[in-house]
């Protein structure tokens, strides 16, 4: 079984995050949306004709989105079938979150790594 299959996303947080994201929109380009991230479309030699994504996002350094962890920073991996992936997790011992999310933007599930860090882990839709 595959794993992680690519970086979904990279999400951290900021002590002043409108402005953080101003200063990522003004020097380096980055398309920073009303929702504070940007997306980054790509294709690639699996999915030639489809079109994947890893988004990007500040967080307020309030935001409680990443806990238990309390890093600024989570990551979001690309995964083939989450359910396998959280259940092989699972059997490894790791500390894996019961809760997962489906929607039109896939299934999302996290596990905690070693050091205290949450990691995102993304199914997308079929043919992204």
Not at 4 to 17: D, L, M, R, T
Not at 42 to 67: L, R
Not at 121 to 128: E, R
């Amino acid at each position: 079984m595959n794993r992680v299959s690519g970086i979904g996303g990279i999400f951290f947080k900021a002590k002043n995050p409108a402005l953080l994201r101003e200063w990522y929109r003004t020097h380096l380009g980055v398309d920073v949306t009303e929702w504070g991230g940007a997306v980054f479309r790509w294709q690639s030699p699996d999915n030639p004709t489809g079109e994947g994504t890893t988004a990007w996002a500040i967080f307020d350094d309030t935001s409680t989105y990443f806990a238990p962890s309390t890093s600024a920073f989570m990551i979001n991996y690309r995964v083939e079938d989450l359910h396998a992936v959280l259940a092989a997790l699972r059997a490894e011992g790791c500390d894996v979150d019961e809760k997962v999310d489906e929607s039109e933007y896939g299934k999302f599930g996290w596990v905690m790594d070693p050091e205290g860090n949450r990691i995102e882990l993304w199914q997308p839709p079929a043919g992204t």
